[in-house]
């Protein structure tokens, strides 16, 4: 959703619901303003009939004549508003009349009180009351048109108001989204005209607190976009380093073959280009492997059978172990893991290969696989090799780094890969003298896996 349709979808159920709560009020207004209306008119009425009672002398039913002055034209008098009629109840005969009021009664039975009525041109609101001897009755009357027309009157006074009302809520309410709304666009743009490797989290003291998470999102993803790029930076980095100097040996050797005179010195030539290639591939292997964890998060999701696991990379080494006529000897029992399948086999042979590589030939390497004491799971690399410096034990797992005075040349790599993927799965590594008291043990021992649920 774009940030114009969020905006605007907003002010609309903002409106809809004002609009809703303003029909509400008018309907209320409505009822307690023909509430209000009647009222007020039926007082007047009463109030009205009992003081023109009052007001009339006694001998006025004596008159014989129910003729009326007439009003000067301009008179502000409204007299069609109310009418009055004076009965003389003895005769029944018409004493006293407003203009606008008609010759019958209001009230044709001369009941006293409020009435409804539809005699004389009605229908009429009227209002009867007598003297206490009954000689004269008093009806004033309102017609019902003109009762209506004074509540629709007051209704659209009401709203007016309540549309003007409605005007300034609906401009207030504009102003309040598109204020709450401006930081947002403010940082859309700020990012929009940041350089393409500017990764400066946004501040979140610009932002109302309704979107905090939305910007701390965003930072999270810029810094793992930033720390991805670091990463990307580092390989080629190391690639570079590592990969020139096998590189460089490769090319001498080759022109080596190329200059030399005689077979024997060819073959050495090309002896050493292919113990450099063979170096230069298990290093480009490593540097995919470190790219890979680099790249990916190890999600922990597998529950493995670390000695299927062992057991299928040793037998990758056979091979080469029979080369130096070492010997391999493996020592595995099932034992589950929650692990990464992929990162496990690096691991693994990484472990492997360390120890080849730097035990002589007629070596022995034991790999040992088996559940601990406390549910957990141990994997153990050993060999009788020269081993390594207690100083230096736990140093040869950063990475580049290399014992001195090491016969083996190496990149410094596989065991840096081995200590990061036993931190991504929880696991403690410890490293010490191999076997019997001789060459180099690494023991890795996994967390224990819990039940399936």
């Known amino acids: 959703m774009t940030m114009k349709a ?39 009425l009463s109030e009205g009939a009992r003081q023109a009672l009052m007001s009339i002398p006694k001998r006025l039913a004596d008159l014989p004549s129910t003729e009326t002055f007439i009003a000067p034209p301009a008179s502000p008098v409204e007299l069609k508003r109310v009418n009055f009629q004076m009965w003389d109840l003895r005769t029944g005969r018409l004493l ?11 009230v044709p039975g ?22 206490v001897e009954g000689q004269v ?13 004074d509540i629709v009157s ?16 609906a401009s207030m309410m504009w102003v309040t989204v598109v204020c709450s709304f401006r930081p947002m666009q403010r940082a859309g743009e700020a990012l929009r005209h940041r350089d393409r490797l500017d990764f400066t989290p946004l501040a979140l003291k610009e932002f109302p607190l309704e979107v905090h998470p939305f910007v701390n999102a965003v930072n999270d993803l ?14 080629l980095s190391d690639a570079a380093h590592e990969l020139r100097t096998p590189l460089a040996a490769l090319t001498t050797q080759a022109q080596q073959a190329l200059r030399a ?27 995919l492997d470190q790219a890979q964890l680099d790249a990916h998060d190890c999600t922990l999701t597998d529950r493995v059978d670390l000695a299927s696991l062992v057991s299928l990379e040793v037998r990758e080494f056979d091979a080469r172990a029979h080369a130096k006529a070492q010997h391999i000897r493996v020592e595995i ?39 601990g004491d406390e549910g957990d799971a141990v994997l153990t690399v050993r060999d009788d090799g020269p081993g390594i410096p207690e100083a230096e034990c736990e140093r040869v797992f950063e990475r580049f780094y290399r014992v001195s005075g090491s016969k083996e040349t190496g990149s410094g790599i596989g065991l840096s890969l081995v200590a990061r993927i036993a931190r991504m799965h929880g696991a403690s590594l410890t490293c010490g003298k191999g076997i019997g008291g001789k060459g180099w043990c690494v023991s890795i021992a996994f967390p224990a896996v819990g039940p399936t649920s």
């Not at 006293?96 to 209001?106: G, V």
């Not at 009435?115 to 009867?128: E, I, L, N």
């Not at 010195?265 to 298990?282: I, K, P």
């Open 333 to 371: 029992e099932p034992t589950l893991v929650l692990a990464n399948v992929d990162a496990m086999g690096v691991l693994i042979r990484n472990l492997i290969d360390n120890a080849l590589r730097h035990a002589p030939a007629g070596a022995r390497v034991e790999v040992v696989c088996h559940p």
């Open 96 to 106: 006293m009349r407003t203009p606008s009021a008609p010759k019958d009664p209001f």
């Open 222 to 235: 810029q810094a793992r976009q930033s720390d991805a790029l670091t990463r990307e930076r580092q390989f």
């Open 137 to 149: 009755q008093i009806q004033m009357a309102r017609a019902e048109k003109q009762i209506r027309a």
């Open 110 to 131: 001369y009941a006293e009180g409020f009435s409804d009525s539809v005699a004389a041109g009605g229908p009429w609101r009227a209002y009867a009351v007598s003297d």
């Open 6 to 44: 969020l905006r605007s979808r907003q002010l609309v159920v903002l409106l809809i619901v004002q609009a809703g709560f303003w029909i509400v009020w008018m309907s209320l207004l409505t009822w307690t303003e023909t509430r209000d209306v009647t009222g007020r008119l039926d007082s007047a």
């Open 154 to 169: 007051s209704v659209f006074k009401g709203l007016g108001g309540a549309m003007v009302m409605f005007v300034c809520l």
């Open 261 to 287: 005179t005689d077979a024997t010195h060819r073959d050495e030539a090309l002896e050493q280009v292919l113990a450099g290639t063979r170096r230069a591939t298990r290093l480009a292997e490593q540097l």
